[in-house]
C-alpha cells in the first residue's frame, strides 16, 4: 500500500481512538490535586513513582508549611526530605523542588512561566513535567506528556515502537491533531487505569480492542491461561 493512503488509513484510525476515549472519559483530567500552577508544578515532581492518591494526602498539610516558592526556597533540606517522605525517592524530590523554587525566586519573580522553553530551564524539570503544568496549569498544549501509562498505551495501541517518551512524544505529536494534545495524557492515564492496566489489560470488556493492534496477543494469552 502507498505510503499515502497508510497515513490517510492511520489518521482515521487516531481520529477514531480519540474519539472514543472523549466518549468513555469526557471530563478527563489530571487526578493530581492542585489550586495554582506552581501547586501542580510541585505535585508532578511528587508524582513521579508514586500514585496521584498519595501525592494528594501529602500536599495539603505541604502547601500550609510552604505556601510560596520562596517558602520552598529557604527550606530546610532534611526537613522538607521528611515532610514528602512518602511519596518515595525524598531525597531526590526535595532536591528538585528547593532547587526549582530558588530558581523561580532568582530569575522569573516568583511565579512559573507558561512556556515549554522556560519551564525546562528548572532542575528537576523535564518535558513530561512541562507539558502537565503547561496543560493543566495554564490550559496551554505545548506537547503531549508521555508518562508511563501513555508510553504502554502508545506502544500498545501502535502509534508507536519507540521506547524512549521523548521519542514518543514525538511520534504522537506527529499523529494527533493538535486540538486534541490537552487532554491526551489524562484520557490514556484515565484508560490505563480503567482498562488498559499493565499486568493485566482486560481488553474483553475494551471499546478500542476491534481498533487495537494489541488485543488479539492478550487475547490469545488468555485463552491460553
Ligand atoms: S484492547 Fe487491550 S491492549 Fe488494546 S487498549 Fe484495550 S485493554 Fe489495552
Not at 495554582?36 to 510541585?42: K, Q, R
Request: aromatic share 6%; charged share 30%; with cysteine.
Amino acid at each position: 500500500m502507498k505510503r499515502g493512503v497508510l497515513k490517510e488509513k492511520e489518521t482515521v484510525r487516531v481520529r477514531e481512538i480519540i474519539g472514543l476515549l472523549r466518549t468513555h472519559y469526557p471530563q478527563s483530567r489530571t487526578a493530581l490535586e492542585f489550586r495554582s500552577p506552581f501547586e501542580i508544578l510541585v505535585a508532578t515532581i511528587l508524582a513521579a513513582q508514586c500514585t496521584d492518591e498519595r501525592v494528594n494526602k501529602v500536599t495539603p498539610g505541604l502547601f500550609r508549611k510552604y505556601p510560596t516558592p520562596a517558602h520552598f526556597a529557604r527550606a530546610d533540606r532534611a526537613e522538607l526530605e521528611q515532610d514528602i517522605r512518602s511519596t518515595g525517592f525524598f531525597r531526590n524530590k526535595a532536591k528538585s523542588i528547593i532547587g526549582a523554587s530558588m530558581m523561580l525566586v532568582e530569575e522569573y519573580g516568583g511565579t512559573v512561566p507558561d512556556s515549554m522553553e522556560k519551564l525546562v530551564t528548572l532542575p528537576g524539570v523535564a518535558r513530561k513535567t512541562a507539558n502537565i503544568v503547561l496543560s493543566a496549569g495554564f490550559g496551554k498544549a505545548e506537547g503531549i506528556a508521555v508518562d508511563t501509562h501513555a508510553r504502554r498505551l502508545s506502544q500498545r495501541l501502535g502509534l508507536s515502537r519507540e521506547t524512549d517518551p521523548d521519542k514518543i512524544e514525538r511520534d504522537l505529536l506527529a499523529i494527533v491533531p493538535r486540538t486534541d494534545w490537552l487532554d491526551f495524557n489524562s484520557m490514556l492515564v484515565d484508560h490505563g487505569r480503567a482498562l488498559c492496566q499493565a499486568r493485566k489489560p482486560k481488553c474483553p470488556e475494551c471499546f478500542l480492542r476491534t481498533i487495537c493492534p494489541s488485543a488479539t496477543v492478550f487475547f490469545q494469552e488468555l485463552k491460553n491461561r
